[in-house]
C-alpha cells in the first residue's frame, strides 16, 4: 500500500510540475481583444503588396474589429518609416544595411513571403512568353550597351524568332524598391561591368532607362509601351497579363519560365537552416542566382520589419498582442493565400525562425506571447520539425501503466467503515508527509527537464537578397 501511495502521489506531483510548463507555452499567440477595435499600420515594399492586401481581408473575416492598413510606397518607405517609428510595422525585399539597423536598433527581420521578378517586355512580334535571354544581356540591357531587339546576341539565342529592328525603352523604378535590390544584386552575381559601375542598392546610378514609381508603374509602363522591357514581381505581370523571358539558370544548362516550381527549386538549393536568427544581421541573405537545373534565377525574400521593444511603435498591450496574433498568422495560416497569387509559401523552418522572432518582443519589458519557457529564457531555439515532440515529458507515459496496479489492490481494503476512516485519516497524514518528501525528490528529477526540451540548433548566418 505504501509503495502504491508513493507512486500515486509521485504521478500527480510531475503533473503539477507539468502543468505550468504547458499552459506558459502557448502555440498561439493571444487573439484581439473582441471588445476593442485596433488600427494596424504599416508600409512599404510593393512587391508584397498583393499578398498583405489579401491578408488584409482575410484576417478581417476572422477579426472584423482589426483593421490593417498597409502604404505600398516600397522598401525605401517602408524603411525610413519604420525607423521613424511612424508605422507599427514597415516591409522590405531588402533586408536592412549596417546603417540603417543601427538607426533602428533592436529590428526583427520576419520573412512573410517568396517571391520572384520577371523580365516582362511587349514587343507586337513576340505576343507571347518564352523570349530566351541571359543575365549577361539582360545586365548589357540595363547599362545601355545592346539597344537593339535585334541585337546579335538577342537573335542568336532566339533562332526562331525574328527579332525586330526596333529600340530597347528600358524602363526601372524610381523609387526606393526592394525589387530593384533584388534585380541589381543578380545583376551584380551575372556581371563584373555592372557590379564594378552600378552595384546592389534599392536606388542605383541607372545608365539608362526611364523611372516609374512602384511595381504597379513599372507594369503599366512596360504594358502599354511597345518595345519596352522592365522588372516586375510575377503577381504584377500575371495580374496585368504580360509576357515575360525565361532567364537561364546559373548552371547554364538551360532557359528557365519563372513559376511556383522554379522558384521553389531555387529556395530549395538555399539551406534555410543557415538564415540568420531575426534579431541577427540579415545584410548578406540573398537567394539569387542559386545553383540547380531548375532554379529560377532572380527569387527572394521578403521582410516585415518589427521592433523587439514593441513599445517603440505601438501604445499599449492590447495593441502589441493584436499586432503580433496578425503577424503570427500572416507567416502561417495565412500562407494558404501565396500560390493564388505566385508566392512560394515559407517553408516551415522559416516560420519556426519567425515565430521565434516574434516571442522575443516585449512591451515595456514584458513579453508579449509565451512561446516556450525556455525561449524566453534565452536559449536557443528548436528546429520547428521537431519542436513539439521536444517539448513533451518523456517520463510520464510509461509511469502511467503503473496506476493501474492500484486499481485492483483497492479492492484488496474490504475492512469495516470504522477501519476504513482511520485508514484513511493516517493515509492522508501520510501523504501530506510524503508530498512534502516527494516534492524533494521530484524537484531533482524534474530540474534537467527545460534542458532537454530546448536542443539549441545554431542558425548559422549566410549570404542571401
Known sequence: M????????????????????????????????????????????????????TWRVEYNKLHPNVNLNYQSIGSGGGVKQHTERTVNFGASDAPLTAAEANLASGTLHIPEAIGSVVMAYYLPEVPKSGLKLTGEIVADIYLGKIKRWNDPKIAELNPETKMPDRPILVTRRSDGSGTTYVFTDYLSKVSKEW?????????VPWPTGVGAAGNEGVAWATRNTKYAIGYVELAYAFQNGMTYAYLQNADKTKFIEPNLESVFAAVSAFDVDQLPKAEADWSKVSITNAPGANSYPIASFTYLLLYENIDRSVKSMDEAKALIHLVHWMITDGQKFSKPLLYDPLPPAVQELGKQGLARITFNGETVWNYGSAKQAGIEPIKSDTADKKTEPKKTEPKKTETKKTEPKKTETKKTETKKTETKKTETKKTETKKTETKKTETKKTEPKPKTTTKPTTVKPTSSN
Do not use: H, R
Open 2 to 53: 505504501k509503495k502504491i501511495l508513493s507512486i500515486t502521489l509521485s504521478l500527480i506531483l510531475m503533473a503539477s510540475v507539468f502543468v505550468p510548463l504547458s499552459a506558459s507555452a502557448a502555440s498561439w499567440p493571444e487573439p484581439p481583444k473582441s471588445d476593442k477595435t485596433f488600427a494596424i499600420n504599416g508600409a512599404g515594399a510593393t512587391f508584397p503588396y498583393p499578398l498583405i492586401d
Open 195 to 203: 557590379a564594378a559601375k552600378v552595384g546592389v542598392g534599392k536606388s
